[in-house]
């Protein structure tokens, strides 16, 4: 396709402008006022301290949970070729999930990692669980995405089923704070965890920006993908990877947050076609700007109470109403 | 006795129509926290709690020795080891309960569900049930559990010893100028003591201005970015099941005046939350931490 590399260049730009925007609107909204000239000139005062320390590290972990589970819906969707998968289909959510909440229920026990237990456990149980299924997705050793899809729905059978017992065994305290997590919450973050997330955001973006070709082969099907000289069990492989990254990564510092994977994928196709070299990099920075406004939406909706949603609980109310009227606008129009 | 809660169960089992057989012993009407009049034995031996508060208040007026069993979050006073658990969860065995023949089951609206109610008078057991927001409701539900455990006089004493330690908390509070505070109950999400609490009033008692009171909920979450606005000069945050919750959410509230002079205090929850006798304790402790110039 001629003229590739310059929209790839203009809808990226146009993206990041977005997400500037967003996180712009993040910064200046909150429950309270904040005097930014003084938050700038002194930057321990109550202002800079919300500012700063409240509003611009819950808004960069928002952006970064974004820019990671939306490529990854993108990818799940090209490589089971199936509209209705999301970053969690495979079992990751789940995985996630119970090493998650085993993590608050155990706490004391599973405490040396100091802050850092549960994204640990979280990521490492998301890996358990992409491990798991690409080892029953596979026949005859190449991965088959519709067994790797059954294998991914069962897993996550298993898992809500095991966290439910881990809430009702553990004491009401551990029980309430798993459940808050496992809403999907931009909570409080130190600044080292957001150069972790952002150093996982960012290999694994590229990583499936650098895949998108195959993508695209593989989204029309093996045969086609065989014809332009793609080596499908290699390129499904590293997908399986990048994506999966991405998706543990994202739930380890927020939960899982719902929605974000499925909506922003599908909007952005029905406006900017299916190539994937433009959708990789848009999908990324409009996920990020859809997580940050939805938590910005999450933070102001009880306002008048002084109370906060959690980011997962709004995705889902604001992100099911709006995916259905896309549903209905686009009507029977192919997906791919 | 035993034919007869067996009837009961089997009663359950089917669904048939409720039993209503006659209480063997003479009875007399109590009024309960929810204010629903409860017929029970005139002095009744075997009694139950499935509510921490509810146990501790039992202990408190002396009706200790007549409980027979409690539920797995019971944990004082000491004694209360030694006495059978009816289930660790929100759903407490039932057929435990039965078996045990209790007279009276003690719960509370804090800890048990309305169908555990329901579902033990179904089968023909008294259940008193507290409710307890405020300060006044707790000192009701002392009376109303020592009327029916036939601990009145000692119910009585128990509150009269508490109103007055409270009044001189008070009273020593209000020599000094009040210190603005805020009770954090969980970290994360940030939940606070609303105006709508006992805590509230402990809190304002012990020389506490809290600057959650807007809230007019019990408990109600909370915005961090409205604490750091109200910047208290005093922070003090419950544990729950002796577990610490981690400071670092709050050691980078910087601007926070209480964060700056090292003031973020721990408070045993129990002492705090749980709406008993100890609330006595739970108030000095705060009039300790607010006040750390007296005593």
Known sequence: ?336 | MRAWSHLAVLSMVCGCARTHAHPPVATHAVRDGLGRVVHVPFDPARLISLAPSSTEILFAIGAGEKVVAVDGYSDYPPEVRARQRIGSDLEPSLERIVALKPEIVFTATSANSEATVNALERLGIAVFVSRSGSLAEIFTDIAGIGDASNREREADALSQKMRAELDLIGARARTRPPVSAVVVVWPEPLTVAGAGSHVHELLQLAGGTNLAADSPQPFPTYSTERLLKRAPEVLIIGTHAQAAPPLATFERLTSIPAVQNHRVHLIDGDLLFRPGPRIIEGARQLEHLLHPELK
Request: aromatic share 8%; glycine share 12%.
């Open chain 1, 1 to 336: 396709m001629r003229g590739t590399p310059a929209r790839v260049v203009a809808v990226t730009l146009g993206s990041l402008l977005i997400l500037c925007v967003s996180l712009a609107a993040a910064f200046a909204f909150g429950v309270e006022h904040v005097d930014f000239r003084r938050a700038f000139s002194d930057p321990d005062s109550v202002d800079g301290v919300i500012l700063f320390k409240e509003r611009m590290t819950r808004g960069a972990l928002a952006a970064l949970v974004g820019a990671a589970l939306s490529p990854a819906g993108v990818a799940f969707q090209a490589l089971l070729r199936n509209p209705l998968a999301d970053p969690y289909v495979l079992g990751v959510s789940g995985g996630a999930a119970v090493a998650g909440a085993a993590a608050i229920v155990l706490g004391g026990a599973a405490g040396f990692l100091g802050g850092w237990d549960l994204p640990v456990w979280a990521f490492f149980g998301a890996l358990g669980a992409i491990a798991i299924v690409y080892a029953f997705g596979r026949v005859r050793g190449r991965l088959v995405p519709n067994v790797a899809l059954l294998a991914g729905v069962v897993l996550n059978a298993l898992a809500s089923a095991l966290v439910l017992a881990i809430r009702l065994l553990a004491e009401p305290n551990a029980a309430h704070e798993a459940m808050y997590w496992l809403t999907g919450n931009i909570g409080p973050v130190e600044p080292s965890k957001l150069v972790v997330l952002s150093v996982y955001v960012a290999v694994g973006v590229i990583g499936l920006f650098a895949m998108a070709v195959p993508m695209n082969a593989l989204a029309l099907g093996d045969e086609s993908a065989h014809a332009v000289g793609i080596d499908t069990e290699r390129s499904r492989r590293l997908i399986f990877l990048a994506a999966s990254l991405l998706t543990g990564a994202a739930v380890a510092f927020a939960g899982p947050i719902g929605f974000v994977g499925i909506v922003v994928p599908h909007v952005l196709r029905g406006i900017l076609g299916p190539d994937h070299r433009v959708l990789i990099p848009a999908s990324a920075l409009v996920g990020g700007a859809f997580v940050v406004i939805a938590h910005l939406l999450a933070r102001l909706a009880l306002l008048v109470v002084g109370r906060e949603l959690t980011v997962g609980v709004l995705t889902a109310l604001a992100g099911a109403p709006f995916f259905l009227w896309v549903l209905r606008r686009r009507g029977t129009e192919r997906f791919f």
